[in-house]
């Protein structure tokens, strides 16, 4: 019995059309585990920007080292970061003072580089 042409395209079919899908589970695995970083280096911080800490503390400051560095790897770092910290602020319920965050960059001697507001306005 020959192989018509319509079960080979049909085969065909069936293995193409996951692709879209396995390509895009894969980008949101890749925003995930950015974020996942993300979460763990600005966690120490949340206390100082959402209020509860009069300064921010050591493992705060060096986090945001560690952010600096990983918002220069790509061109669209800075602003993944700063969705990211949006996110954890969201999903924490955590809303930060704008002073707060002003007094960061002087408080732990560093610049960001990365956008972060009480807004949350991730354009730069």
């Given amino acids: 019995m020959a192989i018509r042409p319509f079960g080979l395209a049909c085969v065909t079919l069936l293995v193409l ?3 879209p899908l396995l390509c895009s589970t894969s980008v949101k695995a890749q925003t995930e585990d950015y974020c ?48 990211c910290i949006e996110n954890f602020s969201y999903w924490t319920e955590t809303r930060f003072i704008a002073s707060r965050i002003m007094e960061l960059p002087t408080s732990c001697m560093l610049h960001l580089s990365f956008p972060i507001s009480d807004s949350m306005d991730c354009s730069m």
């Fill in 36 to 83: 996942s970083v993300v979460f763990e280096e600005f966690g120490p911080c949340l206390s100082f920007v959402g209020g509860l800490s009069p300064y921010p503390m050591e493992d705060c400051c060096e986090s945001i080292t560690n952010l600096n560095h990983l918002a220069k790897q790509e061109q669209s770092g800075p602003q993944k970061i700063c969705e």
């Fill in 17 to 19: 059309v996951p692709m």
